[in-house]
Structures are given as structure tokens and as C-alpha cells.
């Protein structure tokens, strides 16, 4: 292998291993945060309890985060210095923000939180932790906001052979980056309601601490509920907002070869990118897609076969993540309507506790499906249509890479190892005891 393909494999290591820790930090400390709340509006110790048991579960996924955080925005200098010296004005201007402004306030809030059991009165705590969530929420938005940069670029002149900023205003305020924020920070806290849901089904079903556990699993389930419904609807509009800004990648998400008006939706199909079409396809729904994704079921939809090949995004996993995380995400509607009618008789209702430790994992492999959809949808282009992957690599030896890729496997394996151990021994492990009455 090259440089080039190695640096993009220990790129796309250091991201989908980073993001098996953000989208937890962003939901759990939401979920913290309300069950602190309802401690002090009803000063009912159990909610207090809950605040600490799972608020040490977001300590120890938090940590996990931001060691691999810091990791990968070095490759940027290391791996992919073309790259930022082409557009550093613009991305650099907006990971400085994140850094220095949103990680500082989340990491400064969770000191205070942790220490300040004893020290802050009850009502400023559970205001600590609101802090904590809006701070996390505050790093992911102009972090989406910079992806949002490289799947859609604006507000830049191209000038001294670089691409420097002339528009702030349009950088943050285009809809691209809010899209895919609202996108992203949905499927955190639907992985967050399912990870609190698995862990409290566990209990359950060994029937540790049963009110306790049931309260949580409750929480967690109309978290869940919400965005789960409300992920679906936002994805069509995510879906629409692909298809005007890359229709490429829409292309290659529907494996569509030939431009087609009122182009249909195929529910089941083998692409054959060789050959530039279809193996087998079965299951046509007509102008399906055209309605989708540009609201009338007339509308022409481009096909891969009218953009020139190098052009074209690797087909079958862009078909293959797309499809996966939408068959995920109508799978989280049915787990979560199921168990809202459920919610009242969990304990007597063991077959849907198993299902539901079982699926811990599976928004975790949705959110990384969607990262790969986004990023390899985009290819060739780091910068869509701006700047093409090959042109961003640094001009070291490929032997250099390799080496920092197998370090990068073999500490992140470890780390991964050492974090889901100390999480699942923990969360195993239950709360504190009850305080004696």
C-alpha cells in the first residue's frame, strides 16, 4: 500500500474508534443531567443514586474520548499536511474554536461536577451537569460544523493557491452542517437510550435493585422514543439535503447507474461497479427515490453512469452503510414502541429484556455506519469538489505510516479493551447502596 491508502485506513481508525466514545458523552450526560434534576425537584435519594451510578459510566467513557480526541486532530499535521495548509484558514479557525472554547468549558464543568458533590448545593450541582451537556453539545457543533465544511464548502476564495476564509457567517450558518448536526446528535442519544436500557434490562432481569432499574430503563426508553421517531423524519431530511448538495453520493447510497425521471427505490439489489450497473435487482418501488429525495415523484435523479469514474464514490459500501443504518434505525422505532407498551411489567417481560441487552450494540453500529456513508460518499474529495483526497496527503514515506497505523491499532485495541472492561464491570456492578432510612 501507499502512503495515501494507509494514512486513509489510520484515519479512518482513529475517527470510527473516537466516535464509539463521543456519541455516549453526548447523550449520557443529557440523561444525567434529568435524573439529577428530578433529585432536587423531588428530593427522592433513588434519582440522586441514578445521577451517580450513570454519571460514572459518562466519567469513564469521557476519558476514553478525549485521549483519542486529541490523537486524531494531530493528523492533520502528520498525515495530511497538504491538506491543511490548503484550507487550514477555514478548518483550522473552527477546530481552534472547538478546542479552546467548547472542550474547555466541558472539561472545566465535569471537574466542578465530580468534586462538587459535597460543595455545591443540590440545585447548583444538577446545574453543573445541564452545563456539562450544553458544553458537549457546544464541542459537536463546530465540530459537524467543520465536517459540514468538507462535504459542502463555502463562504472561501481561492487565492494564493489556498482556499481562505470570506465568509464566517456562511460557514456556521449554512444548513448543510445543521443538518448533519441535528442528524448526528439524534443518533447519540438514541445510542446513549439504548445503552441505558441495556444495562438496566441486565439488572432486570437478575432482578438487582428492580425499582431502581426500572426507573432507569423508563428514562432511558422515552429518550430513546423521541429521537428514534424523530430520526427518521430528520434523515428524510437529511437524505434531501445530500441529494441537492451531493448527488454523487446519493447515487451511489441508491446504487442508481443511469439518470432516470421518476427513478424508483429498489428494495433489494447486488451493485456490479465493474460493469457500471446492477447485478440483480428486485423489488422496484417507482419514483420512489425521485419523491424522497426531491419531494416529486417526476423528478430526474443522476446516475453514477453520467459522472466521469474517477469521480464516482466507492458504490457497494456506500450502498451497504446506507441501507444498514436505515434498516437500524426503523429497528430502534419497533424496539422502543415496543417497549413503551411495555414499560409498566418489564420485569415479566424477560424475552424483550434479553432483546434489548443484546441491542446495546447495534446504534453503536449504525452511528459508525453513518460516519462511513459520510465520509467515503464523499470520495474522491476531501473537500467536495474543491480538493481531492489524493492531493491532501503528506509527503512522507509509506513505511512511516505503516509503522504509526500498527501503533495506532495496538494502543487503540488497548485502550478499547481496557475502557468496555472497566465500563461493563462497573456498570455490572450496580449502584451504590441505598442510604439506610
Known sequence: MDALMLSRLQFAAATLFHFLFVPLTLGLS??????????????DEEYRRMARFWGRLFLINFAIGV??????????????????????????SLLAIEATLAFFLESTFIGVWIFGWKRLSPRMHALTMWLVAGASTFSAIWILIANAWMQHPVGYVLRNGRAELADFLAVVTQKFAWVEFLHTVSGAYILSGFFVMGVSAWHLLR??????????????????????????????????????????????????????????????????????????????????LSLLAY????????????FPADERPPVLVSFLSFRIMVGL??????????????????V??????????WAIPLPYIAIELGWILAEVGRQPWIVYGLMRTSDAVSPVAASQVAVSLAAFVGVYTG???????????????????????
Not at 72 to 83: A, D, V
Open 30 to 43: 443529557v440523561l444525567v443531567a434529568v435524573m439529577e434534576t428530578r433529585y432536587v425537584r423531588t428530593g
Open 67 to 92: 485521549v483519542t480526541g486529541i490523537t486524531l486532530e494531530f493528523q492533520f499535521g502528520t498525515n495530511w499536511s497538504r491538506y491543511s495548509a490548503y484550507v487550514g484558514d477555514i478548518f483550522g
Open 207 to 288: 432482578r438487582n435493585e428492580v425499582p431502581f432499574f426500572t426507573r432507569s430503563f423508563r428514562i432511558g426508553l422515552v429518550f430513546a422514543l423521541v429521537f428514534s421517531i424523530f430520526e427518521v423524519v430528520q434523515g428524510h431530511l437529511n437524505g434531501a439535503e445530500v441529494a441537492e448538495a451531493q448527488p454523487t453520493k446519493l447515487a451511489a447510497m441508491e446504487s442508481l447507474w443511469e439518470t432516470t425521471e421518476g427513478a424508483p427505490m429498489t428494495l433489494f439489489l447486488v451493485p456490479d461497479e465493474a460493469a457500471g450497473r446492477n447485478a440483480v435487482e428486485i423489488g422496484r418501488l417507482p419514483g420512489f
Open 295 to 306: 419531494h416529486d415523484p417526476k423528478a430526474t435523479v443522476k446516475g453514477l453512469n453520467d
Open 329 to 346: 434505525g426503523l429497528l430502534f422505532v419497533l424496539l422502543t414502541v415496543v417497549g413503551w407498551f411495555k414499560r409498566n411489567d418489564l
Open 348 to 357: 415479566d417481560s424477560p424475552t424483550y429484556l434479553r432483546i434489548m441487552v
Open 415 to 437: 485502550l478499547g479493551i481496557l475502557a468496555y472492561y472497566l465500563m461493563a464491570r462497573y456498570a455490572r456492578r450496580g449502584p451504590e447502596p441505598a442510604p439506610a432510612a
